[in-house]
């Protein structure tokens, strides 16, 4: 059975909705939350035998790479192994696809689109099934177990930011690096959550966010009035609640590789510039120009392992 929300003389649990009356206020509310990811929960998701090793991070585009053979099949000879992989992690990443589904949907495929490049396929195609079979358990039970999300999902539970926004932020903190990745992470993480009436950020994540210490960060960005920051919280319940001022830009616009957002300030830095425009962006911003050729090389020449 299923019970929707909001039905006859419900009310709101929580005590921050408790006011709302009708039922488009509570339908305006339920639209502006961030959805919720069932595999994170318990019993929600099938328990995997995973004792075959894959590589952690693919190689290359393989979302496109993916995207592509899902569309067109096999393009060469001895290329089923990996085509499936690609076509599995597509599926997982960019469709957000039931592992049970999605084994369904890899199998199809390849008895439809093999193009005659697997002889696997005819003489032995229940090997075949079982390859996949292997190769859909260990991708969702990796990913699953360092909370990597499929795109969507993580776009929405991880946040996103523009180009645009990295600009302004540098400019805003004078390339300033501690600074800038402060504001770079609060700002990311605000965005899928803009139209919320309230959201709550919790001191451990201002934490991460901060080298020197979040409570500094937050006084100042309240000086300038980007950060509207509430006095109500409840240990072990809610944080406080903040709202930022900021001109934020379509969803469109978000800095996406194979779809996805990047997590940390320097995979969006290279993902979104050149090293010589970037060079000349964080001098604009106001670094000094040896500072600027310091820190490129450091960002483009010593890539995160």
């Known amino acids: 059975m299923l019970k929707l929300p909001y039905g006859y003389n419900q009310k709101c649990v929580d ?17 502006k939350l961030t959805p919720l990811e069932l595999r994170n929960i318990p019993r929600q998701q099938l328990s995997f035998d995973l004792n075959e090793e894959i590589d952690f991070k693919p ?3 393989a979302f496109a790479e993916g995207k592509y053979l899902y569309e067109n099949g096999l393009m060469t000879n001895n290329s ?6 690609k076509v599995l992690y597509y599926i997982h990443m960019g ?27 005819f003489a032995n195609p229940g090997s075949v099934k079982k390859e996949i079979e292997r190769q859909a358990i260990n991708i969702w039970g990796k990913y699953e177990r360092n909370f990597i999300y499929p795109n969507e999902v993580n776009n929405s539970h ?32 605000y ?20 080298d020197k210490g979040y409570q500094g960060h937050l006084e100042v960005l309240q000086s300038q009035g980007i ?28 800095i996406l590789v194979d779809g996805r957002a990047p997590d940390t300030w320097e995979e969006h830095i290279r993902a979104a510039y050149k090293p010589e425009e970037f060079r000349e962006h964080w001098i604009k911003a106001g670094s000094k120009r040896t500072a600027a050729i310091m820190t490129t090389k450091r960002i483009f020449e010593r890539r995160e392992k």
Request: no cysteine; net charge positive.
């Open 191 to 210: 965005y899928p959550k803009r139209f919320r009436m309230q959201v709550n950020i919790h001191s451990d994540k201002l934490r991460q966010w901060s």
């Open 227 to 254: 950060v509207i920051r509430s006095n109500s919280y409840q240990v072990d319940v809610f944080s406080k609640s903040i709202k930022i001022n900021w001109n934020f830009k379509d969803a469109s616009q978000a």
């Open 59 to 61: 190689n290359g585009n």
């Open 80 to 85: 089923r192994h990996d085509s499936q992989w």
């Open 158 to 189: 991880n946040g996103y930011i523009t180009k645009l926004d990295l600009e302004e932020i540098a400019i805003l903190k004078k390339a300033n690096v501690l600074d800038v990745k402060f504001l770079f992470n609060l700002i990311k993480d």
């Open 15 to 31: 005590k921050l909705y408790e006011y709302l009356e009708t039922w488009q206020q509570h339908l305006d509310q339920l639209l």
């Open 95 to 121: 469709m957000n696809i039931p592992p049970e589904a999605a084994f369904n949907f890899t199998w199809q495929w390849i008895n439809k689109k093999h193009n005659g490049y697997s002889k696997q396929i």
